[in-house]
């Protein structure tokens, strides 16, 4: 399907289509916003739930479907399927394979990290925090914060201590750079198709990793595949501050009482996270 998106679950299929294609293909749909283009219908999506009575070969609305299909959305495409039920790679490597798409000749992919470490990165202070009742300067913080950050996702030469580029073509600044510290960091990269499951396995190792380091920090960021071209959820990163050993940080931030091993109504002191919900700006969230 050129220029569309196809998710499935729970057994209904989500079409999005653009306009020329919706109106080969003879669905019955409805319209959806394309970006800025307010008044002017450019993408449709079809649901179509293959769990329903009617979906039986003679049924007329079935017949659509099939024909729509064979005749329209008959492009060669690739999909990605994620096996839930499987605990191990025992299942997999069982001969013959028992899992009901083996009749398919998938092709398995194992998702390994990337390792890259950034040499002497200006790193803001991050017991600065400013306190939550003060809702401008948080979220200018946490802008700023989060900028920085994605400029140390991509390799930047702006974040550097020895970046000396001409202020003319780039005016970025590191967040209070007279107090930055200069630090080695390193990014883990899994590229693949990843569970919620697994990412939170993988958070709370990063939390006991910091637990005996009360200086330590980490950000964690998941970016979904997206499954619709308009107002979809990107994804989100987590930051975990470090500990603040007098406890100055208690209260600037949610603590997640239950990552750090706490069982009681009040977290530990001067453990803090900071959420960043990454979601198209044109549905309204921030």
Not at 126 to 143: A, H, K
Request: aromatic share 8%; with cysteine; net charge neutral.
């Amino acid at each position: 399907m050129a220029k569309g998106i196809a998710p499935a679950d729970q057994g209904i299929l989500r079409l999005e289509l653009a306009k020329e294609t919706y109106e080969r293909a003879g669905l019955v749909g409805k319209p959806l916003r394309d970006g800025g283009r307010k008044h002017i219908k450019t993408r449709y999506v079809v649901e179509i739930n293959s769990r329903l009575p009617s979906m039986l070969h003679g049924k007329k609305g079935f017949e659509r479907i099939v024909w729509a299909f064979k005749n329209v959305l008959n492009n060669s495409v690739t999909w990605l399927f994620y096996d839930f039920e499987a605990k191990d790679s025992a299942v997999a490597d069982a001969q013959p394979d028992p899992r009901p798409i083996a009749k398919h000749h998938p092709i398995p992919k194992t998702v390994v990290p990337t390792i890259r470490l950034s040499k002497a990165v200006l790193v803001p202070p991050l017991d600065t925090l400013p306190l939550p009742n003060v809702r401008s300067d948080l979220e200018d913080w946490g802008i700023e914060f989060h900028e920085w950050l994605s400029l140390v996702t991509l390799g930047s030469h702006r974040v550097q201590a020895n970046d000396a580029i001409d202020p003319y073509l780039c005016r970025y600044s590191v967040p209070q750079k007279e107090f930055a510290t200069t630090e080695n960091l390193i990014r883990l990269r899994w590229l693949g198709f990843l569970s919620a499951q697994w990412v939170r396995l993988l958070f709370l190792e990063l939390i006991k990793a910091c637990a005996a380091k009360p200086h330590a920090w980490f950000a964690l960021n998941a970016s979904a595949i997206k499954t619709e071209a308009i107002d979809g959820q990107d994804g989100y990163t987590i930051l975990r501050l470090p500990t603040s050993n007098e406890g100055e940080n208690e209260g600037n931030n949610r603590v997640a009482s239950e990552a750090d091993g706490d069982t009681g109504d009040t977290a530990r002191p001067g453990v803090g996270y900071m959420l960043w919900e990454l979601a198209s700006a044109s549905d309204g969230r921030q």
